[in-house]
């Protein structure tokens, strides 16, 4: 008992490593940091080389969803292709003002677009914005 005492009050007199603990926090933050600016990025680079199926957009199943405080609004577009059965995705997109936002959803509620598609994992594909920025360029007058 009276070693197990000793191990304990030994324990408190160790001083906490601040400077470890701030790294650890400080990578923490940064990779939060990339996550938050960079990972559509990275996804539209992934996916850039997939195969293409030709999907649509769900009719009537696109909304608009508040982002939290005022930094905007994302429109969130439900989409199904064909590849190894039926599949869906989700393809979203933030914008400035709700206007745009329901613009932009009302435009492509049930359009056809190329899907890219993993070919090792069929249920999971990705929507490029460049894809959906050809697809909008005749429709918005551009």
Known sequence: MACIALVLNRAHD??????MALIYAGIIV?????????????QQ???KDWPTVEGV??????????MMRGSGYESHLYYEYQRDGEQFGKYTRLFS????????????DGLKVPVRVNQKKPRKSYI???????????????
């Open 57 to 66: 957009f769900v009719s009537g199943e696109g909304e608009v969803v508040t």
């Open 14 to 19: 160790t001083p906490f490593p601040w400077p």
């Open 97 to 108: 003002t709700e206007a745009e936002a329901e613009a932009f959803v009302k435009l492509l």
């Open 30 to 42: 940064l990779l939060l940091l990339w996550i938050n600016r960079y990972q559509r990025k990275w």
């Open 128 to 142: 490029l914005d460049r894809d959906v920025d050809l697809l909008l360029g005749p429709l918005s007058g551009n």
């Open 45 to 47: 680079f992934r996916a």
